[in-house]
C-alpha cells in the first residue's frame, strides 16, 4: 500500500500505476479530472397566477429556471422557505391572507439567483357608510346605508359594540 500527492494538476490527466513481479507486470489507470466551475443559476420567469385574490383563494406560483440544482420559495422577510423543489420548472400553490411578496432562490453550489412575485389580497374599501336621518328624536330610528366593495360580509355594530345587522355585502 502507499500513496504519492501529485504535481498541482491544471488539465484533465490520466495516471498510470505499473506493478511489476515474478508474474510480469499489471498497470491499472485513474484519471483525474479538472472540475468546472458552477453556472450561474438564474430565473428565467417567476408568476403568480391570479395575482389578485380574495383571501382564502389560491393563487399558484410558477417558475422556470436555468442552471439550477435547487429552489426555495420563502415568504419575504422569512427565514424559513414554504417550499422546495429540485425541479428547474414547476409549480407550487399559495393561500395568503394578506397581500404577500414571495421570494423565489434558484441555487446551484454557492451561486444563487433571486426574484420575487407579489400575490395581492386586497383589503375591503368602505366607499360610503351614512345615516338618514343624521340626527333623529330620542326613540326614533335611522337607516343605515353602505357601499363597499371586495367584502364578503358586512357587520355593523352601535357604541355598545351590539351587533345590529350581520350579512353579504
Known amino acids: 500500500a502507499g500513496d504519492v500527492t501529485t504535481a498541482a494538476i491544471h488539465v484533465a490527466t490520466t495516471f498510470t500505476l505499473t506493478a511489476e513481479g515474478e508474474g510480469g507486470p499489471k498497470t491499472k489507470d485513474v484519471t483525474v479530472t479538472i472540475k468546472t466551475a458552477s453556472a450561474d443559476p438564474s430565473i428565467t420567469s417567476f408568476s403568480a397566477t391570479p395575482s389578485r385574490v380574495k383571501r382564502g383563494q389560491t393563487s399558484k406560483l410558477a417558475w422556470t429556471t436555468a442552471n439550477a440544482e435547487s429552489i426555495e420559495i420563502a415568504v419575504m422577510g422569512?427565514?424559513?422557505?414554504?417550499?422546495?423543489?429540485?425541479?428547474?420548472?414547476?409549480?407550487?400553490?399559495?393561500?395568503?391572507?394578506?397581500?404577500?411578496?414571495?421570494?423565489?432562490?434558484?441555487?446551484?453550489?454557492?451561486?444563487?439567483?433571486?426574484?420575487?412575485?407579489?400575490?395581492?389580497?386586497?383589503?375591503?374599501?368602505?366607499?360610503?357608510?351614512?345615516?338618514?336621518?343624521?340626527?333623529?328624536?330620542?326613540?326614533?330610528?335611522?337607516?343605515?346605508?353602505?357601499?363597499?366593495?371586495?367584502?364578503?360580509?358586512?357587520?355593523?355594530?352601535?357604541?355598545?359594540?351590539?351587533?345590529?345587522?350581520?350579512?353579504?355585502?
Request: hydrophobic share 40%.
Open 78 to 169: 422569512a427565514a424559513t422557505p414554504i417550499h422546495t423543489s429540485m425541479n428547474a420548472t414547476g409549480a407550487f400553490d399559495v393561500t395568503p391572507n394578506d397581500t404577500t411578496t414571495y421570494v423565489l432562490t434558484a441555487k446551484n453550489g454557492d451561486k444563487a439567483a433571486t426574484g420575487n412575485v407579489v400575490v395581492q389580497v386586497p383589503a375591503p374599501i368602505v366607499n360610503t357608510f351614512t345615516a338618514t336621518p343624521q340626527s333623529v328624536d330620542p326613540g326614533a330610528s335611522s337607516t343605515l346605508a353602505w357601499n363597499v366593495d371586495l367584502a364578503d360580509t358586512i357587520v355593523v355594530r352601535d357604541s355598545a359594540n351590539d351587533e345590529v345587522y350581520s350579512g353579504g355585502a
